[in-house]
């Protein structure tokens, strides 16, 4: 009874039959973007409340919502070592978090549109974004600045990804190519 008064609270259900693994299941609103920590402890997510929220694996419970983009958030991914999150927004923005303490360790700045696709680095130095503008940026993780700016596609960008060696990038596009 008490959801119906409270509705904007997640609600969380188990399930799975004898035999199998219980799955959680996290109801809240529209979810964009979701991603596992690298020890799979954790759940990051983007959606249509314009926050980015990290969820425990097991239990369902919000650890932490980030709040700061102020559109929907359209992609969001851990670092390897789990101490940042990196989220993409209608907002045009890349924004870097820490996990701990929740604060906005960077904005970085210079899509012209949505950013569909965010993703660090193996190494944790890099994050490469990818934009409804149509381009594919690579930033400094620690500094946030613009390294690298690739304006190759002619539609949206809608996936972007780093080899596991860290010296190549792909990227999906709505212009019916990957680039590498």
Not at 54 to 67: A, H
Not at 76 to 94: C, E, K, L, Q, W
Request: proline share 2%; aromatic share 8%; net charge negative.
């Amino acid at each position: 009874m008490w959801k119906k008064q409270f509705s904007h609270v997640p609600a969380f259900e188990q399930t799975g039959g004898e035999g199998s693994l219980p799955l959680l299941m996290i109801r809240d609103r529209r979810f964009y973007s979701v991603a596992f920590s690298s020890d799979g402890t954790r759940i990051v997510s983007g959606s249509e409340n314009r926050s980015v929220q990290v969820w425990d694996e097991s239990t369902g419970e919000e650890l932490r919502k980030l709040d700061g983009h102020s559109h929907i958030v359209q992609c969001v991914a851990f670092s390897n070592d789990g101490t940042r999150i990196v989220s993409g927004s209608d907002d045009r923005s890349v924004r870097v978090w820490d996990v701990l303490t929740s604060a906005e360790l960077r904005k970085l700045v210079g899509h012209s549109n949505i950013v569909y696709s965010v993703a660090f680095s193996s190494d944790d130095a890099y994050i490469v974004s990818g934009s409804r503008d149509k381009s594919v940026w690579v930033w400094d993780a620690s500094t946030g600045a613009e390294l690298r700016k690739l304006t190759d596609h002619l539609n949206p960008v809608r996936s972007v990804a780093f080899s596991n060696d860290g010296t190549r990038i792909v990227s999906g596009s709505e212009d019916k190519s990957v680039r590498v």
